[in-house]
């Protein structure tokens, strides 16, 4: 008789996670932590500062109440509104430029998010012109009403030119980080909008 060979079926072997996996495994979450708490500090530190220029601004407004409402029949609402439109177009292109996996289309919406901020910014400084206003003047209204639009329109332009940089050179975590923070640009616009201008 001949003999019969019984072979055992071979088991699938186990993975051995080896330091190498382990160190990348951490090193991949805490840069990915890393930046989500940067993001946070920066949006919160940001929504901080408007905060305390829109409580003054609204003290002042009791203070002053005369004063306030002959600044605010200055304003161009309709530019103001224009604005908000661009603004949220500009945003809508950040959206999509966060959840674009295709390199090109992806800085393609960069370009556009950065394109809407320097037309927002450029439509703003036409409207200080149409409104007259100048840092040299005494009222209290045009003084803070510069400060506080003057500060969003400087993140405005600072965020388009790092979207333009950032459109040349991406990376997943540059493009959630600036992304997170044009949209907390955007909040301050809409919080500012009804308050400083609209009222």
């Known amino acids: 008789m001949r003999s019969r060979k019984h072979t055992m079926p071979s088991r ?6 080896t330091s190498t996996d382990v160190n990348q ?3 991949g979450r805490t840069a990915s932590d890393g930046g989500d ?3 946070w500090i920066l949006a919160w530190s940001e929504l901080a500062a408007f905060g305390a220029l829109l409580t003054a601004y609204v003290i002042a407004s009791w203070i002053h109440p005369d004063e306030f409402a002959k600044g605010a029949a ?5 530019l103001a509104l224009a604005n908000t439109i661009i603004l949220l177009t500009s945003g809508w292109f950040a959206v999509k430029a966060a959840s674009c996996w295709h390199q090109r289309s992806q800085c393609l919406m960069l370009l556009g998010a950065a394109g809407g901020g320097f037309l927002f910014v ?5 409207e200080y012109r149409l409104e007259g206003v ?8 045009s003084q803070l009403y510069l400060l506080i639009t003057g500060f969003h329109i400087a993140q405005v332009l600072f965020g388009a030119l790092l979207l333009v940089l950032v459109a040349r050179f991406p990376s997943p975590q540059n493009v959630h980080l600036l992304t997170t923070l044009w949209h907390v640009i955007d909040i301050d616009w809409l919080v500012m909008l009804p308050v400083v201008c609209l009222l």
Do not use: E, N, W
Not at 122 to 126: Q, T
């Open 37 to 39: 708490l940067l993001v």
């Open 25 to 27: 495994d951490v090193h």
């Open 134 to 141: 100048s840092l040299l003047a005494a009222d209290t209204f």
């Open 122 to 126: 450029a439509l703003k400084l036409y």
């Open 12 to 17: 699938p072997q186990a993975h051995i996670m």
């Open 74 to 78: 200055r304003l161009h609402q309709t």
